[in-house]
């Protein structure tokens, strides 16, 4: 298979406390649906632990589920370790519980597109498809 031709690998993560992830399953198996490589990281997950597996599994992209309102400071810790790692260039998307005036804060922080809970999953597709190749 060629460099062109070659699935998007995505991680997908629950950083932090939170204990639901039925979202971020979903949005996993949409994403695998559409012929991606979906690694799923479970629940709580330190900022460090998902860097790390974004960098063992040469991730294109790093989508993080948040619903417990810690997405600021989660998303910050996680772009810090990629960064520390050698990968700020991986693609990071943040979705959840997501308030609209937050959307901002993230993407100066350099997070790629928010999708709050009830976004489209093809956007997300389309999204990851036009910019995940980190």
């Known amino acids: 298979m060629t460099a062109a031709t070659k699935p998007l690998r995505i991680v997908i993560a629950k950083p932090?406390?939170?204990g639901h992830d039925v979202g971020a399953k979903v949005v996993c198996l949409a994403l695998r649906d559409?012929?991606?490589e979906v690694v799923y990281t479970g629940l709580r997950k330190?900022?460090?632990q998902i860097a790390h597996v974004a960098l063992e599994e040469?991730?294109?992209a790093v989508g993080l589920s948040?619903?417990?309102?810690s997405h600021v400071p989660?998303?910050?810790?996680?772009?810090?370790e990629l960064e520390r790692l050698g990968i700020a260039d991986t693609t990071v998307l943040v979705g959840g519980n997501i308030p609209e005036k937050d959307h901002a804060v993230l993407r100066e922080l350099g997070v790629a597109a928010v999708?709050?809970?009830g976004s489209d999953f093809a956007d997300i597709v389309s999204?990851?498809?036009e910019h995940g190749h980190g």
Do not use: K
């Open 16 to 18: 932090g406390l939170d």
């Open 74 to 80: 989660l998303t910050r810790q996680v772009l810090a």
């Open 34 to 36: 559409a012929g991606m």
């Open 66 to 69: 948040v619903l417990s309102g």
């Open 58 to 60: 040469g991730a294109d």
């Open 46 to 48: 330190s900022p460090a």
């Open 127 to 129: 999204f990851l498809r």
């Open 115 to 117: 999708f709050p809970t």
